[in-house]
Nanobody, 119 residues
Framework: VPLTESGGGSVQAGGSLRLSCTASGRLYTSAVINWFRQAPGKEREYVAAISWSNGYTYYSDSVKGRFTISKDRAENTVYLQMDNLKPEDAAVYYC?????????????WGPGTQVTVSS
């Protein structure tokens, strides 16, 4: 099922953004939706994940307490609310479907959505 990221933008440090990841088709209950990010010159890193079936959430230590992942079944969408953004959060953000948190899953990566944070 293709996923489409949106909602990126440019904010000042301390600001907030909400990213969206919308599935174009039905997501199976076994699906876990993950957010990853990649900053220029850095490896792609795991950010957060949510279980599509029970809503359990998972976070990397770098965003815990500042980011909130949630889902809307009716909209077939997973959100990533990002608060208290820091310059080091600037990256291209991607969402991925897999079967476990942090797993990058199969297939190629989409274009992602750009987040810029100015200090």
């Amino acid at each position: 099922v293709p996923l489409t990221e949106s909602g990126g933008g440019s904010v000042q440090a301390g600001g907030s953004l909400r990213l969206s990841c919308t599935a174009s088709g039905r997501l199976y209950t076994s699906a876990v939706i993950n957010w990853f990010r990649q900053a220029p010159g850095k490896e792609r890193e795991y950010v957060a994940a949510i279980s599509w079936s029970n809503g359990y959430t998972y976070y990397s230590d770098s965003v815990k307490g500042r980011f909130t992942i949630s889902k809307d079944r009716a909209e077939n969408t997973v959100y990533l609310q990002m608060d208290n953004l820091k310059p080091e959060d600037a990256a291209v953000y991607y969402c991925r479907r897999s079967t476990s948190p942090g797993d990058r899953g199969p297939g190629s990566w989409g274009p992602g959505t750009q987040v810029t944070v100015s200090s």
